[in-house]
């Protein structure tokens, strides 16, 4: 399971959610709404839980996104003279599109300090 699926099954979710919520209001029935509210509270609960677990394992997240990233940047650096353009088109893309010009710098500065520029 990645985190497309993850993602997929999410927005199935909520949106399941959402038609009921809608349905109960559409019809004004109690019991659509009441089950509309349940749902709704559990998914709070579950969004709560998932932060509560982001925030203690912080480190282990950051420490295991940071060394995939850099693996990626290494293999990048090493395949260039053989002109992998998948890798480099990756890179490209996730530092334009997905992690914005801020977080691209600031990725850039931490894997200049260690080592792992450009040379």
Do not use: P
């Amino acid at each position: 399971m990645n985190i497309a699926n993850t993602l997929f099954i999410t927005g199935i979710i909520i949106t399941c959610v959402s038609f009921l919520g809608f349905l109960g209001a559409l019809k004004e029935n109690r019991c659509l709404l009441i089950s509309f509210f349940v749902l709704l509270f559990i998914l709070m609960l579950a969004e709560l839980a998932a932060a509560c677990l982001l925030l203690m394992y912080e480190r282990q997240i950051e420490t295991f996104i940071s060394t995939d990233l850099k693996k990626g940047l290494e293999t990048s650096i090493k395949t260039r003279k053989s002109h992998n353009y998948t890798i480099e088109d990756d890179w490209d893309k996730v530092q334009k599109t997905v992690l914005g010009m801020c977080f691209s710098m600031t990725l850039f500065c931490h894997i200049s300090r260690s080592g792992l520029g450009y040379k």
